[in-house]
Protein backbone atom coordinates (compact mmCIF):
# COMPACT_ATOMS: atom_id res chain seq x y z
CA UNK A 1 0.00 0.00 0.00
CA UNK A 2 1.62 3.67 -0.62
CA UNK A 3 1.40 5.59 2.17
CA UNK A 4 0.40 8.64 1.23
CA UNK A 5 3.05 11.62 1.89
CA UNK A 6 1.84 14.24 4.64
CA UNK A 7 1.84 17.49 3.58
CA UNK A 8 3.78 20.25 5.54
CA UNK A 9 4.40 23.85 5.64
CA UNK A 10 8.04 23.90 5.25
CA UNK A 11 7.36 24.15 0.94
CA UNK A 12 7.11 26.95 -0.83
CA UNK A 13 5.45 27.12 -4.19
CA UNK A 14 7.50 29.48 -6.89
CA UNK A 15 3.36 30.40 -8.08
CA UNK A 16 3.76 32.36 -4.88
CA UNK A 17 6.53 33.95 -5.19
CA UNK A 18 6.36 37.90 -5.64
CA UNK A 19 9.38 38.81 -7.20
CA UNK A 20 8.93 39.66 -11.03
CA UNK A 21 12.68 37.69 -11.24
CA UNK A 22 13.47 34.30 -11.67
CA UNK A 23 16.46 34.24 -10.09
CA UNK A 24 20.06 31.67 -10.85
CA UNK A 25 20.35 30.87 -6.96
CA UNK A 26 17.08 32.00 -5.59
CA UNK A 27 16.81 30.91 -2.43
CA UNK A 28 12.58 31.29 -2.57
CA UNK A 29 12.37 27.72 -1.21
CA UNK A 30 13.95 28.78 1.71
CA UNK A 31 11.19 31.51 2.93
CA UNK A 32 9.32 28.58 5.29
CA UNK A 33 12.41 28.19 7.15
CA UNK A 34 13.31 31.84 7.03
CA UNK A 35 9.97 32.41 8.27
CA UNK A 36 10.43 30.48 11.49
CA UNK A 37 13.67 31.77 12.02
CA UNK A 38 11.90 34.96 12.13
CA UNK A 39 9.51 33.80 14.14
CA UNK A 40 12.00 32.09 17.11
CA UNK A 41 14.05 35.24 16.65
CA UNK A 42 11.07 37.28 17.93
CA UNK A 43 11.28 39.39 14.43
CA UNK A 44 8.30 41.94 14.59
CA UNK A 45 7.48 44.88 12.53
CA UNK A 46 9.46 46.95 14.55
CA UNK A 47 12.27 45.52 12.91
CA UNK A 48 13.69 45.64 9.27
CA UNK A 49 14.91 43.03 7.21
CA UNK A 50 18.41 44.15 5.19
CA UNK A 51 19.26 41.75 2.02
CA UNK A 52 22.94 42.40 1.39
CA UNK A 53 23.33 40.53 -2.10
CA UNK A 54 19.74 40.94 -3.06
CA UNK A 55 19.09 39.51 -6.35
CA UNK A 56 15.39 38.53 -6.57
CA UNK A 57 14.99 39.26 -3.15
CA UNK A 58 12.03 36.87 -3.04
CA UNK A 59 13.17 35.94 0.70
CA UNK A 60 13.04 39.85 1.97
CA UNK A 61 9.60 40.40 0.13
CA UNK A 62 7.83 37.42 0.91
CA UNK A 63 8.29 38.17 5.07
CA UNK A 64 7.87 42.24 4.35
CA UNK A 65 4.50 41.29 2.71
CA UNK A 66 3.55 38.29 5.54
CA UNK A 67 4.28 41.00 8.17
CA UNK A 68 7.24 38.92 9.73
CA UNK A 69 9.31 42.49 9.62
CA UNK A 70 8.32 45.92 8.91
CA UNK A 71 10.77 47.21 6.45
CA UNK A 72 13.17 46.21 3.83
CA UNK A 73 16.56 47.11 3.22
CA UNK A 74 17.59 45.18 -0.44
CA UNK A 75 21.47 45.96 -1.40
CA UNK A 76 22.60 44.98 -5.19
CA UNK A 77 25.81 46.00 -7.20
CA UNK A 78 25.18 44.97 -10.16
CA UNK A 79 23.57 48.13 -11.93
CA UNK A 80 21.23 45.87 -13.98
CA UNK A 81 19.60 44.54 -11.46
CA UNK A 82 19.09 47.54 -9.28
CA UNK A 83 18.25 49.58 -12.33
CA UNK A 84 15.20 46.69 -12.11
CA UNK A 85 14.88 47.81 -8.59
CA UNK A 86 14.74 51.05 -8.84
CA UNK A 87 11.99 51.03 -11.86
CA UNK A 88 9.64 48.82 -9.74
CA UNK A 89 9.91 51.03 -6.86
CA UNK A 90 10.28 54.30 -8.47
CA UNK A 91 7.97 54.02 -11.58
CA UNK A 92 5.83 50.92 -11.85
CA UNK A 93 3.49 52.25 -13.65
CA UNK A 94 6.18 52.75 -16.91
CA UNK A 95 7.20 49.43 -16.02
CA UNK A 96 3.45 48.05 -16.18
CA UNK A 97 3.22 49.92 -19.47
CA UNK A 98 6.20 47.96 -20.99
CA UNK A 99 5.22 45.33 -20.50
CA UNK A 100 2.05 45.49 -21.68
CA UNK A 101 2.98 47.10 -24.75
CA UNK A 102 5.88 44.30 -25.25
CA UNK A 103 4.98 41.68 -27.92
CA UNK A 104 6.57 38.81 -27.97
CA UNK A 105 8.66 37.97 -31.12
CA UNK A 106 12.05 36.98 -31.58
CA UNK A 107 12.65 40.09 -33.68
CA UNK A 108 11.36 42.24 -30.97
CA UNK A 109 13.24 40.66 -28.31
CA UNK A 110 16.41 41.01 -30.39
CA UNK A 111 15.43 44.93 -30.86
CA UNK A 112 14.48 45.68 -26.98
CA UNK A 113 18.02 44.20 -26.00
CA UNK A 114 20.20 45.73 -28.70
CA UNK A 115 18.64 49.10 -27.44
CA UNK A 116 21.37 51.38 -26.20
CA UNK A 117 20.08 51.55 -22.23
CA UNK A 118 21.21 54.81 -20.92
CA UNK A 119 18.53 55.25 -18.37
CA UNK A 120 17.51 53.24 -15.34
CA UNK A 121 14.05 52.71 -16.78
CA UNK A 122 15.30 50.82 -19.94
CA UNK A 123 18.14 49.16 -18.75
CA UNK A 124 15.62 47.79 -15.61
CA UNK A 125 12.94 46.95 -18.60
CA UNK A 126 15.77 45.24 -20.51
CA UNK A 127 17.12 43.26 -17.43
CA UNK A 128 13.33 41.85 -16.49
CA UNK A 129 13.30 40.88 -20.64
CA UNK A 130 16.51 39.36 -20.35
CA UNK A 131 15.96 37.58 -16.83
CA UNK A 132 12.31 36.21 -18.39
CA UNK A 133 13.99 34.64 -21.60
CA UNK A 134 17.18 33.77 -20.80
CA UNK A 135 18.49 30.06 -20.09
CA UNK A 136 17.97 29.43 -16.04
CA UNK A 137 17.14 33.56 -15.76
CA UNK A 138 21.10 34.48 -15.75
CA UNK A 139 21.41 37.84 -17.21
CA UNK A 140 25.59 37.90 -16.75
CA UNK A 141 26.51 39.27 -20.28
CA UNK A 142 27.39 35.92 -21.63
CA UNK A 143 24.29 34.41 -20.94
CA UNK A 144 22.09 32.80 -24.18
CA UNK A 145 18.47 33.11 -25.17
CA UNK A 146 16.44 30.45 -24.58
CA UNK A 147 16.07 28.87 -28.04
CA UNK A 148 13.25 26.11 -27.87
CA UNK A 149 11.55 26.74 -24.12
CA UNK A 150 8.49 25.06 -23.31
CA UNK A 151 5.59 24.19 -25.15
CA UNK A 152 6.63 25.79 -28.24
CA UNK A 153 7.03 29.04 -26.83
CA UNK A 154 10.69 29.47 -27.44
CA UNK A 155 12.54 32.00 -25.57
CA UNK A 156 9.08 33.54 -24.04
CA UNK A 157 8.23 30.14 -22.25
CA UNK A 158 8.73 32.33 -18.86
CA UNK A 159 7.42 35.39 -20.29
CA UNK A 160 3.80 35.79 -18.07
CA UNK A 161 3.05 39.61 -18.73
CA UNK A 162 -0.26 39.30 -16.59
CA UNK A 163 1.58 37.39 -13.79
CA UNK A 164 4.31 40.13 -13.99
CA UNK A 165 2.65 42.92 -13.66
CA UNK A 166 0.49 41.32 -11.01
CA UNK A 167 3.48 41.15 -9.10
CA UNK A 168 4.67 44.48 -9.89
CA UNK A 169 1.48 45.94 -8.65
CA UNK A 170 2.09 44.21 -5.09
CA UNK A 171 5.33 44.91 -4.61
CA UNK A 172 4.56 48.23 -5.41
CA UNK A 173 2.00 48.57 -2.94
CA UNK A 174 4.36 48.10 -0.26
CA UNK A 175 7.27 50.46 -1.63
CA UNK A 176 6.91 52.90 1.23
CA UNK A 177 8.67 49.74 3.46
CA UNK A 178 11.49 49.34 0.61
CA UNK A 179 14.82 50.94 0.49
CA UNK A 180 16.56 49.86 -2.55
CA UNK A 181 21.01 50.43 -2.05
CA UNK A 182 22.79 50.34 -5.15
CA UNK A 183 25.91 49.37 -3.80
CA UNK A 184 28.36 46.88 -2.03
CA UNK A 185 26.62 44.84 0.86
CA UNK A 186 29.59 44.66 2.58
CA UNK A 187 29.92 47.72 3.34
CA UNK A 188 26.28 47.99 4.66
CA UNK A 189 26.63 45.24 6.75
CA UNK A 190 29.92 47.07 8.12
CA UNK A 191 28.01 50.41 7.93
CA UNK A 192 24.61 49.29 10.12
CA UNK A 193 26.57 46.60 12.97
CA UNK A 194 25.19 48.63 15.51
CA UNK A 195 21.80 48.51 14.57
CA UNK A 196 19.48 46.90 17.10
CA UNK A 197 16.36 46.21 14.97
CA UNK A 198 17.56 44.83 11.98
CA UNK A 199 17.64 41.53 11.06
CA UNK A 200 20.04 40.03 7.94
CA UNK A 201 19.26 37.53 5.45
CA UNK A 202 22.23 37.16 3.98
CA UNK A 203 23.22 34.76 0.82
CA UNK A 204 26.20 36.01 -1.10
CA UNK A 205 27.18 34.99 -4.83
CA UNK A 206 29.28 31.90 -3.99
CA UNK A 207 32.73 31.57 -5.72
CA UNK A 208 35.16 30.22 -3.33
CA UNK A 209 36.32 27.01 -5.34
CA UNK A 210 37.10 27.79 -8.97
CA UNK A 211 33.93 25.80 -10.27
CA UNK A 212 31.88 28.06 -7.45
CA UNK A 213 28.47 28.58 -9.81
CA UNK A 214 28.74 32.15 -8.61
CA UNK A 215 31.30 33.12 -11.89
CA UNK A 216 29.20 32.01 -14.41
CA UNK A 217 25.69 33.09 -12.73
CA UNK A 218 26.66 36.79 -11.74
CA UNK A 219 28.50 39.66 -13.48
CA UNK A 220 29.69 40.32 -9.23
CA UNK A 221 30.40 36.94 -7.78
CA UNK A 222 34.03 37.86 -6.10
CA UNK A 223 33.08 38.40 -2.44
CA UNK A 224 35.79 38.37 0.10
CA UNK A 225 34.57 35.68 2.27
CA UNK A 226 36.23 35.73 5.36
CA UNK A 227 35.87 39.53 5.81
CA UNK A 228 32.49 38.90 4.94
CA UNK A 229 31.93 35.98 7.55
CA UNK A 230 33.95 38.88 10.00
CA UNK A 231 31.58 41.60 9.06
CA UNK A 232 28.40 39.55 10.38
CA UNK A 233 29.82 38.71 13.02
CA UNK A 234 30.14 42.24 14.33
CA UNK A 235 26.43 42.71 13.76
CA UNK A 236 23.98 43.38 16.86
CA UNK A 237 21.09 42.28 15.02
CA UNK A 238 20.31 38.38 13.93
CA UNK A 239 21.87 37.32 10.62
CA UNK A 240 21.15 34.05 8.90
CA UNK A 241 23.74 33.41 5.99
CA UNK A 242 23.05 30.66 3.15
CA UNK A 243 26.19 29.27 1.15
CA UNK A 244 27.06 26.56 -1.01
CA UNK A 245 27.42 22.98 1.37
CA UNK A 246 31.34 23.63 1.00
CA UNK A 247 33.84 22.33 3.45
CA UNK A 248 36.49 25.87 2.80
CA UNK A 249 33.11 28.25 3.63
CA UNK A 250 32.40 25.34 6.54
CA UNK A 251 35.72 25.90 8.26
CA UNK A 252 35.59 29.36 8.23
CA UNK A 253 32.53 29.73 9.70
CA UNK A 254 33.64 27.08 12.72
CA UNK A 255 36.97 29.53 12.76
CA UNK A 256 35.08 32.48 13.77
CA UNK A 257 32.49 30.32 16.02
CA UNK A 258 29.57 31.08 14.02
CA UNK A 259 26.93 28.06 14.18
CA UNK A 260 26.61 25.81 11.49
CA UNK A 261 23.26 23.26 9.92
CA UNK A 262 23.28 21.29 6.69
CA UNK A 263 19.72 21.69 5.06
CA UNK A 264 18.19 19.69 1.97
CA UNK A 265 17.49 21.73 -0.52
CA UNK A 266 14.10 21.92 -1.55
CA UNK A 267 14.82 23.59 -5.15
CA UNK A 268 13.30 21.43 -8.12
CA UNK A 269 16.66 20.93 -9.95
CA UNK A 270 18.48 20.41 -6.85
CA UNK A 271 16.65 17.73 -4.71
CA UNK A 272 20.08 16.04 -3.33
CA UNK A 273 22.07 19.04 -2.64
CA UNK A 274 22.63 20.64 0.61
CA UNK A 275 22.40 24.00 1.36
CA UNK A 276 24.88 26.00 4.57
CA UNK A 277 23.38 27.92 6.74
CA UNK A 278 25.16 29.97 9.06
CA UNK A 279 24.03 32.30 11.87
CA UNK A 280 24.29 34.01 15.12
CA UNK A 281 21.13 32.44 16.01
CA UNK A 282 20.09 28.88 14.47
CA UNK A 283 16.75 29.22 16.55
CA UNK A 284 13.91 27.62 14.65
CA UNK A 285 15.82 26.24 12.04
CA UNK A 286 17.23 23.20 14.13
CA UNK A 287 14.95 20.73 14.83
CA UNK A 288 14.84 17.75 16.66
CA UNK A 289 16.50 14.44 14.24
CA UNK A 290 13.94 11.94 13.18
CA UNK A 291 11.28 14.46 12.93
CA UNK A 292 10.95 13.32 9.32
CA UNK A 293 12.36 11.76 6.24
CA UNK A 294 11.80 14.97 3.92
CA UNK A 295 13.23 16.91 6.66
CA UNK A 296 16.46 14.82 7.59
CA UNK A 297 19.53 16.88 7.86
CA UNK A 298 22.28 16.96 9.62
CA UNK A 299 23.49 19.22 12.14
CA UNK A 300 27.12 20.18 12.36
CA UNK A 301 26.70 22.52 14.96
C1 LIG B 1 23.12 34.39 -4.68
S1 LIG B 1 22.54 35.84 -5.44
C2 LIG B 1 21.22 36.33 -4.39
C3 LIG B 1 19.96 35.60 -4.73
C4 LIG B 1 18.78 36.05 -3.88
N1 LIG B 1 18.92 35.64 -2.51
C5 LIG B 1 17.50 35.49 -4.45
O1 LIG B 1 16.82 34.68 -3.80
O2 LIG B 1 17.15 35.89 -5.58
C6 LIG B 1 23.78 37.00 -5.05
C7 LIG B 1 23.53 38.40 -5.57
O3 LIG B 1 24.52 39.28 -5.00
C8 LIG B 1 24.88 40.24 -5.96
N2 LIG B 1 26.21 40.77 -5.54
C9 LIG B 1 27.45 40.29 -5.80
N3 LIG B 1 28.38 40.97 -5.13
C10 LIG B 1 27.73 41.92 -4.42
C11 LIG B 1 28.13 42.92 -3.50
N4 LIG B 1 29.42 43.11 -3.18
N5 LIG B 1 27.19 43.70 -2.94
C12 LIG B 1 25.87 43.54 -3.24
N6 LIG B 1 25.42 42.61 -4.11
C13 LIG B 1 26.33 41.80 -4.68
C14 LIG B 1 24.89 39.48 -7.27
O4 LIG B 1 24.76 40.37 -8.35
C15 LIG B 1 23.65 38.59 -7.07
O5 LIG B 1 22.51 39.25 -7.54
Not at 97 to 114: C, D, S, Y
Not at 176 to 191: A, F, P, Q, S, Y
Not at 251 to 274: D, E, F, G, V, Y
Request: proline share 5%; charged share 30%; aromatic share 8%.
Amino acid sequence: MRRKRKSNNNTFHPSKALSPLRYPGGKSWLIPNVEKWLTAIKATRRHRLVEPFAGGANVGLAMLARGKVGALTIVELDKRIAAFWKLVLRDPEWLIRAIRNFTPTRKNLAERLGRNARRFRELGFQTLLKNRTSRGGVIAPRAGILKHGERKRGPFSRWYPDTLIKRVKRISELEDKIKLVHGDGLRILRERKKRTNDVYFVDPPYSFSSNGAGRRLYSHYEVPHEDLIKAVKKLRGPFLMTYDNDAAIHALAKKHKLSTSKIQMRSSHHANKKELLISSDLSGIRRKRGHSARARRKSTH
